[in-house]
Structure formats: structure tokens, C-alpha cells
């Protein structure tokens, strides 16, 4: 009963904060999530309300960086463990993010005393890294 309580209050919330919206445009759906499966949103109409079951995918931030000793682990696999020794972490971080974020000839301007073929296989791998 709880379960249905809060939904009627969310859907509420949303009906109300949606009719003050002055920009709101006709495509524009309130979004109700179900996290439980048992909870049916099947009476809500589908010309006002997206209606989405489970949790959420997490989409891939290109700003968000694995833990510091994962980012060494890929700064060596890509053969920068010379050109990264004397620097802090902070640096090998902002690296391993522009790596990620940016195309090589951008990087190379913003590393030109690394070797563009360590920076390409430093961007390979940021890239295909999953966290």
C-alpha cells in the first residue's frame, strides 16, 4: 500500500511541477520509474507519461575516472610509465580523462613531449576501459 501511496504522491508531484512549466512543449512525457516489477504502470496513459521498468542504465561519463591505481595500470599497459613517473596523480588523472574526452591531434598539442603512438594506445585503452 506504501508502494502505491508513493507513487500517486510522485505522479502528483510531477503532474503539478509539469502544468507551472510555461516552455513545456506537447513532446514532452512525465517519466514514471518502476524499480519493483510487481508495481504494473499500465493505467497511466501513454500521452503524458514515459513509463520505464528496473533500474536505469548508467550512461558512460567521459568525465569520471577509475581509481588511481587503475589509471597507472592503463598508463603502463600503454608504455608511459617513463613520461608519468615524476608527475602526481592528479596530472596522470587529467591525462587518462583528455585521453578518454579528447582525438589525438588535440592531445598531442596539450602532450607534445609524448610520442604520438603511446598517446593513440593510451587512447585506445582509456576508451575501451568500463567502470
Known amino acids: 500500500m506504501k508502494k502505491y501511496a508513493l507513487l ?3 505522479i502528483f508531484f510531477s503532474t503539478y ?3 507551472l512549466s510555461l516552455a513545456q512543449t506537447e ?3 512525465i517519466k514514471v520509474q518502476s524499480l519493483d ?3 504494473k504502470l499500465d493505467t497511466l496513459p501513454d500521452s503524458i507519461y514515459e513509463k520505464r521498468y528496473g533500474l536505469p542504465e548508467k550512461p558512460q561519463n567521459l ?3 577509475p581509481t588511481s591505481k587503475r589509471v597507472n595500470e592503463i598508463l603502463k599497459a600503454a608504455n608511459l610509465s617513463d613520461e608519468t613517473k615524476a608527475v602526481d596523480q592528479l596530472d596522470k588523472d587529467i591525462l ?3 585521453a578518454r574526452k ?3 591531434e588535440a592531445l598531442s598539442k596539450h602532450y607534445p613531449k609524448i610520442d ?3 598517446l593513440k594506445a593510451l587512447i585506445e585503452k582509456a576508451r575501451d576501459e568500463k567502470f
Open 8 to 10: 500517486l504522491i510522485l
Open 17 to 19: 511541477i509539469s502544468s
Open 27 to 29: 513532446d514532452q512525457k
Open 37 to 39: 516489477e510487481n508495481l
Open 63 to 65: 568525465n569520471s575516472i
Open 96 to 98: 587518462f580523462r583528455s
Open 102 to 104: 579528447y582525438e589525438l
Open 116 to 118: 604520438k603512438s603511446k
